[in-house]
Nanobody, 115 residues
């Protein structure tokens, strides 16, 4: 069974770059037709899709976050990563990685943006 695990700092200062990694086990991030997403949930708000990287390494981003978001992968480690630049307290959220179109989610990691 595929498992996903987010990792990264739980506290980021305003204006810095948030960096998270999702480690995948039980399956390959290069498996045909799979896509790997980042989603977040801010306090009191719904889920927000941030972007994805597909099996071929192509990336797609939410329009509202595109200028600040970068998703990459390391196939040797079976990991994909999120970078969100110029963060503000409004970027405080639980960040999740998941397989697009499936019910496979990581457990989520809390990231707080605060000085």
């Amino acid at each position: 069974q595929v498992q996903l695990q987010e990792s990264g700092p739980g506290l980021v200062k305003p204006s810095q770059t948030l960096s998270l990694t999702c480690t995948v086990s039980g399956g390959s991030i290069t498996t045909d037709y799979y896509a790997w997403s980042w989603i977040r949930q801010s306090p009191g708000k719904g889920l927000e899709w941030m972007g994805l990287i597909d099996y071929g390494g192509n990336t797609y981003y939410a329009a509202s976050l595109k200028s600040r978001t970068s998703i990459s992968r390391d196939t040797s480690k079976n990991q994909f990563s999120l970078q969100l630049s110029s963060v503000t307290p409004e970027d405080t959220a639980v960040y999740y990685c998941k397989i697009a179109g499936t019910s496979y989610w990581g457990q989520g990691t809390q990231v707080t943006v605060s000085s």
